[in-house]
């Protein structure tokens, strides 16, 4: 079942395609991880907070006006110590974004530090403020 919500109603915004996407047998759940979107006249900021997910775990995509966020989260007990209770789970992950072509792909910038993915999606010219001389 899918669920589409608008993010920021607005032209030349980032919207957010929220769904369920259905779980692969090998992955176990998928679920939407937590995040933000921010906005500067240069570029749209995506924060995305993935606890426990390495670089090897992420896959990054931006296609047909989507920006998409995947991967999966494996948590890695200790040897010898055994859970006696634990609320995290291993799982996949996918966030989707769309956009009106107004990103310029090939200058996104992406970093995971401490868990949290930071994106840069700068705009393209076309969509950026400009300020118009008066003759």
């Not at 040897?79 to 974004?97: H, I, K, P, V």
């Not at 200058?107 to 949290?116: C, M, R, S």
Request: net charge neutral; glycine share 6%.
């Amino acid at each position: 079942m899918s669920i589409f919500n608008t993010l920021i109603p607005s032209f030349n915004r980032v919207n957010v395609r929220r769904h369920q996407p259905e779980a692969p047998a090998d992955r176990g759940p998928v679920v939407r991880p937590a995040y933000e979107v921010k906005e500067t006249a240069e570029a749209y900021g995506l924060t995305v907070h993935l606890p426990g997910v390495t670089k090897d775990g992420l896959e990054l995509t931006a296609e047909d006006g989507l920006f998409t966020v995947r991967g999966t989260r494996a948590w890695k007990q200790p040897e010898g110590w055994t859970a006696l209770y634990r609320e995290s789970a291993d799982a996949g992950f996918e966030l989707a974004l769309t956009h009106d072509n107004a990103i310029d792909v090939d200058k996104i910038h992406a970093e995971l530090k401490d868990g949290v993915l930071r994106v840069s999606l700068p705009k393209t010219e076309a969509v950026k403020p400009r300020k118009i001389a008066v003759a």
